[in-house]
T-cell receptor
Framework: EAQVTQNPRYLITVTGKKLTVTCSQN?????MSWYRQDPGLGLRQIYY???????DKGDVPEGYKVSRKEKRNFPLILESPSPNQTSLYFC??????????FGSGTRLTVV | TQLLEQSPQFLSIQEGENLTVYCNSS?????LQWYRQEPGEGPVLLVT?????EVKKLKRLTFQFGDARKDSSLHITAAQTGDTGLYLC?????????FGPGTRLSVLP
């Protein structure tokens, strides 16, 4: 089944404790992206990647890191999480310009 | 400033009614997508339109891309409670995608 898989689905962590949210797609898509979704603010892009080893900042990159060492994987790293990074996170992939397939989301709470 | 504006922001209707939601921009997009999102889940792609003036139908849903490729509409005929959700439009802008803020639709039984 074609899909984008994110893990974990839910995560509660403490301020400052490094964490990684994994994202993997099995559709051989070049384009991958991370978004956060907050009430009243909609989907905001954090980082995106056009292909392996090519990443670029989105609208809200502060406090996040990404890497794209393989085409299928695009992990999101929070080196020192803070409470304002509490949010619902989505990974997505796309073949060129024809629309995203989204993962099921990761609900992160930083206390 | 939002590149994509959506209207209305909220819409509540009775089952069986028709409705249209809009996605507008002052920018030209090479393609535009519509998604539906249910609470706590990822958005699901409904359609991609790429040609100005294009009309696509998906059962009771009709999507139109404006002639100038700056706007789009989604029309739902005889809405059902299962149509309830957040409808998002997104456009290709350069090498990236941009999303509108969404229209939250409630279809009441």
């Amino acid at each position: 089944e074609a899909q984008v898989t994110q893990n974990p689905r839910y995560l509660i962590t403490v301020t400052g404790k490094k964490l990684t949210v994994t994202c993997s797609q099995n559709m051989n898509h070049e384009y991958m992206s991370w978004y956060r979704q907050d009430p009243g603010l909609g989907l905001r892009q954090i980082y995106y990647s056009m292909n392996v080893e090519v990443t670029d900042k989105g609208d809200v990159p502060e406090g996040y890191k990404v890497s794209r060492k393989e085409k299928r994987n695009f992990p999101l790293i929070l080196e020192s999480p803070s409470p304002n990074q509490t949010s619902l996170y989505f990974c997505a992939s796309a073949p060129a310009s024809y629309g995203y397939t989204f993962g099921s989301g990761t609900r992160l709470t930083v206390v | 400033t939002q590149l994509l504006e959506q209207s209305p922001q909220f819409l509540s209707i009775q089952e069986g009614e028709n409705l249209t939601v809009y996605c507008n921009s002052s920018s030209v997009f090479s393609s535009l997508q519509w998604y539906r999102q249910e609470p706590g889940e990822g958005p699901v792609l409904l359609v991609t339109v790429v040609t100005g003036g294009e009309v696509k139908k998906l059962k009771r849903l009709t999507f139109q891309f404006g002639d100038a490729r700056k706007d789009s509409s989604l029309h739902i005929t005889a809405a059902q409670t299962g149509d309830t959700g957040l409808y998002l439009c997104a456009g290709n802008y350069g090498q990236n995608f941009v999303f509108g803020p969404g229209t939250r639709l409630s279809v009441l039984p």
